[in-house]
């Protein structure tokens, strides 16, 4: 019994040992590659249809049929100039966070300068913060002031900011049943006062201008504060009418602008997107006389996420973000 017990401490100690030395080569792995820009990722669309195609024809056709298919390919090949279009893909969350991505990518297409006929956006968003929808969106109008036709093609749901972020194209295609609209503004403030009050806890804000903070999370909230936040969320919801109206004028403000959603079908009816298709069979219709891109610059996985350190980070982002939210005033599209 003692053997085993000195054994058992043996291996614990060892193990321990083990544990540290993979977490110091984790974080040190980690800090190396801080800095290091993520590739472009880029994939040549019509060669993949081709393969599949190519594929499934081997699989079901006999020789005679394959050999036919061969010599009237050989006989049709033309070399031509094809259009170039490129395709982005943006997955929001409420920060928006893969504007910066978006930006990425849109400044390495911006840079070929002649060489891109078509942008196409596959954006999926329910929306998020005013000020980071705001910014994915100049991203996109960035390709607009190049004169490059823009697309956007929603498969599931383009809401509020995400629907703020399509309106830039030229052009919104979307999905029978994919989720357009929500043209409004929410903002919610959670309010502890009665509770400080009655445990006897006192709680102070002092500003130094009668607007710097109107409604509070520990303070005693007045009607005047109230008054002043809801004018500043009309005054939000304004701009954001506003700036659908600019892009698309035969859209129904009065209409669509009370923050109600319309899937895909009944979007088209209002004006608030362009063509019912999903963004598989645009892409598709599209090889046909173009070469098509798609782009991508998605973060590297480092050997410290590997080893579950991002876990911990995530937790205290996780929180910091809940502090934030209850901390200051945000709207939200």
């Given at each position: 019994m003692e053997f085993l017990a000195?054994?058992?401490l043996f291996l614990a100690k060892a193990l321990t040992v083990v544990i540290s030395f993979a977490l110091i080569i984790?974080?040190?792995?980690?800090?190396?590659?801080?800095?290091?820009?993520?590739?472009?990722?880029?994939?040549?669309l019509n060669k993949k249809l081709a393969g599949l195609k190519t594929y499934l024809q081997e699989a079901v056709?006999?020789?005679?049929?394959?050999?036919?298919?061969?010599?009237?390919q050989k006989k049709n090949k033309e070399e031509q100039d094809k259009r170039k279009v490129y395709v982005l893909d943006f997955n929001g969350d409420i920060k928006a966070t893969d504007s910066k991505q978006l930006k990425d990518e849109i400044t390495a297409l911006l840079s070929l300068k002649g060489h891109v006929d078509e942008v196409v956006v596959k954006l999926e968003s329910g929306g998020g913060m005013v000020h980071q929808y705001g910014y994915a969106a100049s991203q996109l109008d960035r390709i607009k002031k190049q004169g490059i036709p823009l697309t956007v093609c929603v498969d599931k749901v383009a809401a509020s900011g995400g629907y703020m972020m399509a309106v830039v194209a030229d052009k919104?295609?979307?999905?029978?049943?994919?989720?357009?609209?929500?043209?409004?503004?929410?903002?919610?403030?959670?309010?502890?006062?009665?509770?400080?009050?009655?445990?006897?806890?006192?709680?102070e804000v002092h500003t130094a201008g009668e607007y710097k903070r109107t409604l509070t999370m520990f303070g005693e909230n007045t009607d005047k504060a109230r008054e002043k936040f809801k004018e500043d969320l009309q005054d939000v919801h304004g701009l954001f009418k506003h700036f659908i109206e600019s892009h698309r004028n035969d859209v129904n403000l009065d209409k669509v602008?009370?923050?109600?959603?319309?899937?895909?079908?009944d979007a088209i009816k209002e004006n608030l997107i362009d063509d019912i298709k999903t963004s598989d069979e645009y892409l598709l219709q599209a090889c046909d006389d173009a070469d098509v891109y798609l782009l991508s610059s998605k973060k590297k996985v480092g050997l410290a996420q590997k080893l579950g350190l991002a876990a911990s980070?995530?937790?205290?982002?996780?929180?910091?973000?809940?502090?934030?939210k209850l901390s200051f005033q945000k709207w939200y599209l």
């Open positions: 000195e054994y058992g984790g974080i040190a792995v980690s800090a190396g590659q801080k800095g290091q820009d993520d590739k472009l990722k880029v994939e040549y056709l006999d020789k005679k049929q394959l050999k036919q298919i061969k010599k009237d919104i295609i979307a999905a029978p049943f994919a989720v357009i609209g929500s043209i409004g503004v929410i903002a919610q403030v959670p309010n502890f006062n009665r509770l400080l009050k009655k445990n006897d806890v006192d709680f602008a009370n923050g109600d959603v319309w899937y895909g079908q980070v995530g937790i205290t982002k996780g929180f910091e973000n809940t502090i934030e």
